[in-house]
């Protein structure tokens, strides 16, 4: 088997080098800079931003963002980019469970650690393991604590936290080696359901193509190694074998949950899953995933958009953008992003939002005529209305709609899952009587592409 990495890089967003690492000595120096320039200022094929895998002078760059840092892998051999993809993610996951919290601060504070888990993930360009349980036997430096409650959360993990009395104020920051104060330790597990997903609405607002991608997440911080029994919607099945029959009345009532596909972490047993949909496994310390599932059955869209545009004369146009949230009052979508191409002779544009808007903010990105509408909150069951005013550098000469769209919607909906998957208890195997760790469930839904033609 042929070397896989040449290099290992962490960047933060100003392109400061935070953590280098060369492992076979076969790239210029200079690497880094050469990467965060191409990646700064990238203007190919029409993209505004840099693809996670380019070349450049026969150096193959690989690249992923975690929570605003820039994790690169470089290399000359010809490799599988998925793969290379997954260790930069893996790599960035061995970190964090090593730290607890993964930021700037953290790496430089811990820098020490960082590089000796570098050192054992790879060895000469080839990749040895990313399994936090099997790093602990080799890693002998203790994490140095980041503060987490003063520093704005860049991941999902902080979303949890949001309004919710029942999430702790530590959630998943903490180091799976590393004790609180005192030497005492939280005896706690986590289970999130994580749910991106990808809808695609006709001009009239039907749903033309929908599909969930999910993965039961969890992070156990229990001693002793406890078997832990999940169990799951009895109602789920697997393939499209059965009828499916859905109530639409919010995430936590019951229904049929129809998966196309899904596959389970080698740790997971399944004697009794086919029985009553029970889960049985003993966590391996670290963050890792039980459960990855895909479901294209259809769902209930979080969210409705319509959109209008009418011609004000021959160098005029409106476009009237709504959206409404289609989940329940009591739970908020937050980091809400609408984005819709204007025709590329539209030279000026004014928004008028509704009265009272409040965390609402505008742009038009002249560079590729782009209107852009941001929204920090959206509660359940409410609708926003956005006036864009368009005034163009020459006369129509046909049908504006064609010239313009489709809208496009980013979200993150805390406490929501769309596919109604649920956890229906947690069990942890008890040493004693008193034993009784602290459990909990979470749900979180993303949008991975949610598009309305107009």
């Not at 967003?13 to 060369?22: E, L, Y």
């Not at 430096?141 to 987490?148: L, M, Q, R, S, T």
């Not at 979508?333 to 819709?340: D, E, L, R």
Request: aromatic share 10%; hydrophobic share 40%.
């Amino acid at each position: 088997m042929s070397a896989i990495i040449s290099q290992f890089f962490v960047l933060s967003q100003r392109g400061d080098n935070i953590v280098f690492r060369d492992y076979r000595g076969d790239i210029p120096k200079g690497s880094a800079e050469i990467f965060f320039r191409k990646v700064k200022f990238w203007k190919q094929d029409g993209e505004e931003e840099a693809p996670p895998i380019f070349n450049v002078d026969g150096v193959n760059y690989f690249h992923v963002k975690v929570v605003g840092l820039l994790f690169v892998a470089t290399t000359r051999a010809n490799v599988s980019p998925s793969f290379v993809l997954e260790l930069l993610q893996r790599i960035a996951r061995v970190i964090k469970d090593y730290l607890g919290f993964l930021n700037e601060e953290a790496l430089r504070k811990n820098f020490v650690l960082v590089y000796e888990l570098l050192d054992e993930v790879v060895d000469f360009g080839y990749v040895q393991t990313t399994s936090t349980e099997v790093l602990k036997s080799y890693i002998f430096n203790e994490p140095i604590v980041v503060d987490a409650a003063r520093l704005a959360s860049l991941g999902p993990g902080g979303l949890f936290m949001q309004g919710h009395k029942r999430m702790p104020g530590t959630a998943v920051t903490k180091s799976v080696v590393a004790n609180e104060p005192g030497s005492r330790r939280r005896e706690e597990i986590f289970v999130d359901i994580i749910e991106k997903i990808s809808m695609t609405f006709s001009s009239s607002g039907y749903i033309l193509t929908s599909e969930i991608d999910g993965t039961i997440q969890m992070k156990s911080y229990l001693s002793g190694n406890p078997e832990v029994r999940l169990a799951l919607n009895d109602e789920v099945s697997i393939g499209r074998g059965g009828r499916s029959v859905y109530d639409y009345g919010g995430s936590s009532g019951s229904g049929a949950v129809i998966l196309d596909d899904c596959n389970f972490h080698e740790s997971v047993h399944l004697d009794s899953f086919d029985v009553d949909r029970t889960l049985s496994l003993v966590p391996p310390d670290g963050e890792f995933p039980v459960m990855n599932y895909r479901m294209t059955q259809e769902f209930k869209a979080p969210f409705r958009i319509n959109t209008l545009i009418e011609e004000a004369g021959s160098l005029r146009a409106e476009v009237i953008l709504k959206v409404r949230a289609e989940f329940a009052s009591s739970i908020n979508a937050n980091t809400i992003v609408i984005q819709m191409p204007l025709p590329t002779y539209t030279s000026r544009v004014s928004f008028e939002m509704e009265p009272g808007a409040v965390g609402q903010a505008t742009d038009f990105k002249e560079s590729n005529r782009r209107l852009e509408w941001s929204l920090k909150k959206i509660v359940g069951g409410s609708e926003h209305t956005l006036r864009a005013k368009l005034t163009f550098s020459q006369e129509l000469h046909g049908n504006i709609t064609k010239e313009a769209g489709p809208v496009s919607m980013t979200f993150i909906i805390p406490m929501y899952n769309a596919s109604r998957l649920q956890v229906k208890y947690l069990q942890i195997a008890k040493m004693s009587k008193t034993y009784n760790p602290y459990r909990w469930v979470r749900y979180i839904t993303q949008a991975n592409s949610y598009v309305a033609r107009i």
